[in-house]
T-cell receptor, first 113, second 115 residues
Framework: DGGITQSPKYLFRKEGQNVTLSCEQNLNHDAMYWYRQDPGQGLRLIYYSQIVNDFQKGDIAEGYSVSREKKESFPLTVTSAQKNPTAFYLC????????????FGPGTRLTVL | AQSVTQLDSHVSVSEGTPVLLRCNYSSSYSPSLFWYVQHPNKGLQLLLKYTSAATLVKGINGFEAEFKKSETSFHLTKPSAHMSDAAEYFCVVSVFKAAGNKLTFGGGTRVLVKP
């Protein structure tokens, strides 16, 4: 089956620890995206990547880092510098950065204790 | 700049009755418009999209939306609600820029379907 997978579904971490969220796609899409969702709000863009070995900051990149070493993978690290990391994180991909439709993974709910 | 306003944060309907979710947008360019649905603790699923073709767009699960440029609206409707329609719905506008397509999300409308 083609699609986007995110793991784990639920993640708990202690305050001050870095944590990495996984996002993998087998759709052969060039572009990938990370969003954060908070209760009662729409999604906000953290980082995006138009092509392998390239990525750009979104609207709320502070306290996050990413890498894009492979086309199918776009992991997100939530660092200890992120002031309020507890949220639902969604990964998405699109065939290219010029393609407007994005396809979403199932999400990871991160809780920092 | 672009923005999206979903006019109702919550909508409650009875099963079998029509559903209307309201969305207004602003954009400096000709936008693409989308509706996504999100069930609890799940990712977003594309319901339908408008990309300057027919102004009435049909989507999955019996949903449709009408693009009205004069009113800058893109309201989502369904003639008869089903219990499985209980979810959160997001109106989204997309504008292509040199750095790629940027999606701007509305705040979401949570739909409750009563039996």
């Amino acid at each position: 089956d083609g699609g986007i997978t995110q793991s784990p579904k639920y993640l708990f971490r202690k305050e001050g620890q870095n944590v990495t969220l996984s996002c993998e796609q087998n759709l052969n899409h060039d572009a990938m995206y990370w969003y954060r969702q908070d209760p009662g709000q729409g999604l906000r863009l953290i980082y995006y990547s138009q092509i392998v070995n390239d990525f750009q900051k979104g609207d709320i990149a502070e306290g996050y880092s990413v890498s894009r070493e492979k086309k199918e993978s776009f992991p997100l690290t939530v660092t200890s510098a992120q002031k309020n990391p507890t949220a639902f994180y969604l990964c998405a991909s699109s065939p290219s950065s010029g393609a407007d439709t994005q396809y979403f993974g199932p999400g990871t709910r991160l809780t920092v204790l | 700049a672009q923005s999206v306003t979903q006019l109702d944060s919550h909508v409650s309907v009875s099963e079998g009755t029509p559903v209307l979710l309201r969305c207004n947008y602003s954009s400096s360019y000709s936008p693409s418009l989308f509706w996504y649905v999100q069930h609890p603790n799940k990712g977003l699923q594309l319901l339908l999209k408008y990309t300057s073709a027919a102004t009435l767009v049909k989507g999955i699960n019996g949903f449709e939306a009408e693009f009205k440029k004069s009113e800058t609206s893109f309201h989502l409707t369904k003639p008869s609600a089903h219990m499985s329609d209980a979810a959160e719905y997001f109106c989204v506008v997309s504008v292509f820029k040199a750095a790629g397509n940027k999606l701007t999300f509305g705040g979401g409308t949570r739909v409750l379907v009563k039996p």
